[in-house]
């Protein structure tokens, strides 16, 4: 296109966007593609999930140093980030779960709640967004309302009678969800880490995986190599230093391994304005050169 190639992802948390799709992005940043993350929370609600970090001091100031965490994690990978502003609704625990604390992100209303979405992508006019499934990836309430309002704003940022305070009207070309955790990835990296001799990080996730039909593996349309910047995700994984621990399983699979098993970042096509075959191998397949 004449036009620069723009790139939505919307994210629940800071972090997400690190764990998923981080090395698409970076790929198509140094490809010369706009993006901007989106990230619906501040996740002042999150665990501190690396034991280093688990210290008063950061508890204390664990929204600001989430934000700082984001801004270096942005900085790696290349793109540019907005702040949606709602709060994070925390992971519910227990039998049965507490309901939800009031005012957070999980409780709003998605028509109402895609309305900010809605005038971010009118004002960026990304041509692909990217987001969670129906499931939100996995059942936190904060990913399945990210994945209701980035629907929502799809949806209506298209039409001018919807939203009208929000600017004037784009339809963005393609929407996909992501789909980063499936059986057939771990069981190929799984036996490729026993091939070359090492110790798996993948067994005990594989003896336990129960087949309850989450799997969305068979929904895969779309992938997008980028073993090259799986270094770079890596890099924005560690900057979110409360949430990822430099010596978990993140980490425990060598890089090598990594690029040569499963070199790619995998997703579901949903809804497409424009002409494309699958299965695709290109986010912006049928985008490119249109007119």
Same mark, same amino acid.
């Given at each position: 296109?004449?036009?620069?190639?723009r790139l939505?992802?919307?994210?629940?948390?800071?972090?997400?966007?690190?764990?998923?799709?981080?090395?698409?992005?970076?790929?198509?940043?140094?490809?010369?593609?706009?993006?901007?993350?989106?990230?619906?929370?501040?996740?002042?609600?999150?665990?501190?999930?690396?034991?280093?970090?688990?210290?008063?001091?950061?508890?204390?100031?664990?929204?600001?140093?989430?934000?700082?965490?984001?801004?270096?994690?942005?900085?790696?990978?290349?793109?540019?980030?907005?702040?949606?502003?709602?709060?994070?609704?925390?992971?519910?625990?227990?039998?049965?779960?507490?309901?939800?604390?009031?005012?957070?992100?999980?409780?709003?209303?998605?028509?109402?709640?895609?309305?900010?979405?809605?005038?971010?992508?009118?004002?960026?006019?990304?041509?692909?967004?990217?987001?969670?499934?129906?499931?939100?990836?996995?059942?936190?309430?904060?990913?399945?309302?990210?994945?209701?309002?980035?629907?929502?704003?799809?949806?209506?940022?298209?039409?001018?009678?919807?939203?009208?305070?929000?600017?004037?009207?784009?339809?963005?070309?393609?929407?996909?969800?992501?789909?980063?955790?499936?059986?057939?990835?771990?069981?190929?990296?799984?036996?490729?880490m026993v091939?070359?001799?090492?110790?798996?990080?993948?067994?005990?996730?594989?003896?336990?995986?129960? &087949?309850?039909?989450?799997?969305?593996? #068979?929904?895969? !349309?779309?992938?997008? $190599?980028?073993a090259e @910047?799986?270094? *770079? +995700?890596?890099?924005?994984?560690?900057?979110?230093?409360?949430?990822?621990?430099?010596?978990?399983?993140?980490?425990?699979?060598?890089?090598?391994?990594?690029?040569?098993?499963?070199?790619?970042? &995998?997703?579901?096509?949903?809804?497409? #304005?424009?002409? !494309?075959?699958?299965? $695709?191998?290109?986010? @912006?397949?049928? *985008? +490119?050169?249109?007119?």
């Amino acid at each position: 296109m004449a036009e620069q190639l723009r790139l939505m992802a919307v994210h629940a948390h800071p972090d997400d966007e690190s764990s998923k799709g981080a090395a698409t992005m970076a790929k198509y940043a140094s490809e010369g593609v706009q993006v901007l993350v989106v990230t619906c929370t501040g996740g002042e609600r999150g665990s501190v999930l690396n034991p280093k970090m688990d210290r008063p001091d950061v508890w204390e100031d664990i929204a600001e140093i989430r934000r700082a965490e984001m801004a270096a994690a942005r900085a790696i990978l290349g793109v540019d980030q907005a702040w949606l502003g709602f709060v994070d609704s925390g992971l519910p625990e227990g039998d049965p779960l507490p309901p939800l604390p009031d005012g957070c992100f999980g409780l709003e209303d998605p028509q109402s709640a895609a309305g900010p979405l809605v005038r971010l992508m009118r004002e960026f006019r990304p041509h692909v967004v990217l987001t969670y499934d129906e499931e939100g990836g996995y059942p936190h309430p904060d990913h399945i309302m990210c994945h209701q309002i980035s629907v929502v704003a799809f949806e209506g940022a298209g039409d001018p009678e919807q939203f009208p305070e929000m600017g004037a009207a784009w339809q963005p070309h393609k929407l996909y969800y992501h789909h980063s955790f499936t059986r057939a990835k771990f069981q190929a990296l799984h036996e490729g880490m026993v091939a070359a001799g090492l110790d798996s990080p993948y067994q005990e996730m594989l003896d336990g995986w129960v &087949d309850d039909g989450t799997d969305k593996g #068979h929904r895969v !349309t779309t992938r997008v $190599e980028c073993a090259e @910047f799986f270094p *770079v +995700r890596d890099d924005a994984l560690r900057a979110h230093a409360t949430q990822v621990d430099p010596d978990g399983t993140w980490f425990r699979a060598p890089l090598e391994v990594q690029q040569r098993i499963w070199p790619t970042e &995998d997703y579901e096509l949903v809804t497409s #304005h424009v002409e !494309t075959q699958l299965p $695709e191998t290109d986010l @912006f397949a049928g *985008v +490119r050169g249109a007119k």
